[in-house]
């Protein structure tokens, strides 16, 4: 039985819309609101590292708290320092952020010493904005599917924030077996997830949050994959059985981003480190 006020009457909403294929619209109108609201506050251009801010639209769709300026700086930083706790970077000669969006987190890399930049996503406007402002970053423009446009064991690190959290299941696979082929032996494959704490927050029916409790993944919206409309949530134990199988886990952290995602590291067998 459906129960609307448990598990939220904007994702009742949204269904409807997505039944009308209006759904991918819609969310396109909320960013432009959130954009427009965020200019209207008197929207800022540039930032204390010296680099120009991505215009509010496009921050917007990396995510609608990122339309605030502020937001949209701190946590990138925070992310980019998450980064540096859990990987030696000192051992990293190249490191690759996989779905960089407009460079939330690449763009805190601008002082790294000794580990060559590299970003790459599907947006071509994202593409070319980084590439146009952030100057110490190469970012190249992917396809939705495999592959990546990098020889075979090409980086130390490939880092992805809230990127596997919008593939379809299928995609998911395609990809991890695609960034461990660029990957070193011994490089580190970091990403993040929507886990408990999104579970908890009643964004699922009660069925798929059944069926995420018995360590499914749960995936919505799935014919939008590749755009923040597809969402999906990974228990735990679905990453370490389905995804994970041809790495060493190396630590999971719950909730750990600045948005609550969950993250994952991973560290590819063989090797000494990332260099
Ligand atoms: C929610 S945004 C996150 C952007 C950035 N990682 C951040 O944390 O600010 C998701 C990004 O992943 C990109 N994306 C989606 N599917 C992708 C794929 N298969 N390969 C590369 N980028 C992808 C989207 O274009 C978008 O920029």
Redesign the pocket.
Known sequence: MIEPARWGHRRAILDAFDRLHLARPAVRAYEYALAAKSSLLGDRTEAEDGLPLPPARMRAQ??PLHADARFFLES?RH?AELIRSVVPLDEVAALL?????CG??LRHWSTLDGTRVYG????PR?VEWCNDNLPFARVAR?E?APPLPYGEATFGLVY????MT??SEE?QRD?VAECRRVLKPGGYFVFSTLGQYFVSRDRLTPAERRSFEEGNLVVLYQRSS?T?LCSAYHPREYVSRELAEDFEVVSFRPAADDGRHDLHVLRKPGGQGGR
């Open positions: 990396v995510g990138g992310n952020d996989w779905g960089c969006g939330r987190v790459c996503d599907i947006t994202m992917n939705l992805a924030f809230s990127v919008h593939l995609l990809w590749g923040s």
